[in-house]
C-alpha cells in the first residue's frame, strides 16, 4: 500500500463521495464561518485533501488566491466541473502532494485530511515549510483514537483489508495537538463545532513559529 494505491481508491470512489451528504451540516457551516473569519483578502491559501471542491469554493471568495490540491486526478475532476459552473477567479484546483508543492502562503488548510496521510509528522512538517512566517495552520481532523474501539479495531482494518477503505491513522485529539505542536506550530485555538453528538473532530487552528 502507497500514497499512490490510496488515490486510486479515491479515484474509485470520488463520485460516490461527490453524491454524499454532509453529516453534520450545521456543524460544516460553523467551520466555514470559523475559517472565513480568520481569511484575509490579501490572503495566499493552500488546501490540501480538497476532495470535489465544496470547501474551496465556499472560501475562496475573499483572498487573494486559493490553491486546492487533491492527490486523487478524478476528485480534481469533479472540483473541475463545480468550477466551470460556479467561477471564483481566485482559486486554482490541482492535482498534487503536499511534498510536490512549493512557494509561500499566508494560510493552509486541511478538513479531514490529517488522519488520511500516511507519514503525519512528514506532513506537518511540509505544512510548515510551505507557510510564510506567522502564516496560519487550520485543519479540522477526525480523531479516530477517542471513537468507537470497535470502528479502528475491527471494522476500519477489515475493510481496508478487502479494499473499501483508505489508509486511516488512528489517533487522539491530545496526540493530534502533541504532533502539531512538535512539528513548530503555536496552537492558538482548538474548538468544537459539532451540533450533533460527541464531536471527535476538533478544529485546530495553529500559527508558525
Given at each position: 500500500?502507497?500514497?499512490?494505491?490510496?488515490?486510486?481508491?479515491?479515484?474509485?470512489?470520488?463520485?460516490?463521495?461527490?453524491?454524499?451528504?454532509?453529516?453534520?451540516?450545521?456543524?460544516?457551516?460553523?467551520?466555514?464561518?470559523?475559517?472565513?473569519?480568520?481569511?484575509?483578502?490579501?490572503?495566499?491559501?493552500?488546501?490540501?485533501?480538497?476532495?470535489?471542491?465544496?470547501?474551496?469554493?465556499?472560501?475562496?471568495?475573499?483572498?487573494?488566491?486559493?490553491?486546492?490540491?487533491?492527490?486523487?486526478?478524478?476528485?480534481?475532476?469533479?472540483?473541475?466541473?463545480?468550477?466551470?459552473?460556479?467561477?471564483?477567479?481566485?482559486?486554482?484546483?490541482?492535482?498534487?502532494?503536499?511534498?510536490?508543492?512549493?512557494?509561500?502562503f499566508d494560510a493552509v488548510l486541511?478538513?479531514?485530511?490529517?488522519?488520511?496521510?500516511?507519514?503525519?509528522?512528514?506532513?506537518?512538517?511540509?505544512?510548515?515549510?510551505?507557510?510564510?512566517?506567522?502564516?496560519?495552520?487550520?485543519?479540522?481532523?477526525?480523531?479516530?483514537?477517542?471513537?468507537?474501539?470497535?470502528?479502528?479495531?475491527?471494522?476500519?482494518?477489515?475493510?481496508?483489508?478487502?479494499?473499501?477503505?483508505?489508509?486511516?491513522?488512528?489517533?487522539?485529539?491530545?496526540?493530534?495537538?502533541?504532533?502539531?505542536?512538535?512539528?513548530?506550530?503555536?496552537?492558538?485555538?482548538?474548538?468544537?463545532?459539532?451540533?450533533?453528538?460527541?464531536?471527535?473532530?476538533?478544529?485546530?487552528?495553529?500559527?508558525?513559529?
Amino acid at each position: 500500500m502507497s500514497t499512490a494505491s490510496d488515490a486510486r481508491f479515491w479515484d474509485r470512489t470520488s463520485r460516490k463521495y461527490a453524491a454524499a451528504k454532509i453529516s453534520d451540516q450545521a456543524g460544516y457551516e460553523r467551520s466555514l464561518e470559523r475559517t472565513l473569519a480568520l481569511l484575509g483578502p490579501a490572503d495566499r491559501v493552500l488546501e490540501l485533501g480538497c476532495g470535489t471542491g465544496t470547501t474551496a469554493l465556499r472560501l475562496a471568495g475573499g483572498v487573494q488566491s486559493y490553491l486546492a490540491t487533491d492527490i486523487s486526478a478524478e476528485m480534481i475532476a469533479i472540483a473541475e466541473e463545480k468550477h466551470a459552473a460556479l467561477p471564483v477567479p481566485a482559486l486554482v484546483f490541482r492535482t498534487a502532494t503536499a511534498e510536490a508543492l512549493d512557494g509561500q502562503f499566508d494560510a493552509v488548510l486541511v478538513f479531514n485530511y490529517l488522519h488520511l496521510v500516511r507519514d503525519l509528522p512528514g506532513t506537518l512538517n511540509r505544512i510548515h515549510a510551505l507557510l510564510a512566517a506567522d502564516g496560519l495552520f487550520i485543519s479540522k481532523t477526525p480523531c479516530l483514537g477517542d471513537m468507537n474501539p470497535v470502528i479502528r479495531l475491527a471494522l476500519l482494518p477489515a475493510m481496508r483489508a478487502i479494499g473499501k477503505a483508505p489508509y486511516v491513522s488512528a489517533f487522539r485529539a491530545a496526540e493530534l495537538s502533541q504532533s502539531i505542536s512538535a512539528a513548530g506550530f503555536e496552537i492558538l485555538a482548538t474548538e468544537s463545532h459539532a451540533t450533533k453528538g460527541k464531536d471527535a473532530r476538533p478544529y485546530i487552528v495553529a500559527r508558525k513559529r
